[in-house]
């Protein structure tokens, strides 16, 4: 299977500065990424991801309410996650909301299931780190029994057993349209492989030619499995200004502060200049002018054979305004030039 070649924007909801620089409220965060998500539609983006946090720094700990009011003041763009956290939801829940959302939106709606990068959902809602593992394979296999929008029989451990329980909405042109986001290991490729989904590579440090093994083994999986091939996509950080060096110039104070902040709490050192500018040229961060990053998406695309490049364009207290530019140039400059390129 050969899809056609998707362009999509991700946002975690990350806190911004006002005019004045100091931090905005989360209210007004979630109402500027849906002004971003509005923008996106009308510039003719394909994708736009909201992704979901629960703690200080980010707002949206509830993607689809927002992805909601985002489809209600848009007409075409395709509206997801990036990412749920299924290990500490209810994989019932999550169907439903989507299937509400892809309501909502006319068939606009997809999920990105993951166990996400940050743990702070297991003690919120109860779950113990202990079961990362378990949590996420039950509950996927769970979720993937929903899709058909038969009846459903299921037993685990981590939730109650279902006889024959149907699930409602359902979706009107099923099945729901799930990816299988993954950050790096063998065994998340072959579980989405295993269960015909997607795949979402989340690649956001390093060569992205590193990933060539993975999306390789997608493939060779599928054609073990003799299954139809699914797409795999890629998710990437970065920004667009007019050039390389005012791009570079405005992401690098808020993009290090969000790095050390993170890194701080997982015992990595500051970042540095030269750790930036590496990312910048070789590595997995896609900032620069429209030329720069259209060159560097288009050779990511080529080398991983994807279908689907998110850019995610969110950094730290990066202002909205700044945001809506980069949104403008990826849709009007950076995605023309990748389709010239690759034409």
Known sequence: MTAPLEFGLDTFGDVTAGPDGALLPHAQVIRDVIAEGALADSLGVDFFGVGEHHREDFAVSAPEVVLAAIAGCTKRIKLG?????LSSDDSIRVFQRFATLDAASNGRAEV???RGSFTESFPLFGFELDQYEMLFEEKLGLFVKLLPQEPVTWSGMTRAALKNQRVFPTVENPPLKTWIGVGGSPESVIRAARHGLPMMLAIIGGDPERFLPYADLFRQAFEKLEKPLQPIGVHSPGYVAETDAQAREELWPDYKRMRDRIGAERGWGPMNHAEFDR????????????ETVARKIAATVKTLGVQRFQMKYSAGALPHEKLMRSIELYATKVIPMVREILA
């Open 81 to 85: 996650s990036a990412v749920t956290v």
């Open 112 to 114: 990105i299931l993951g």
């Open 279 to 290: 990312e910048a040229d070789t590595g997995s961060l896609y900032v620069g002018s429209p």
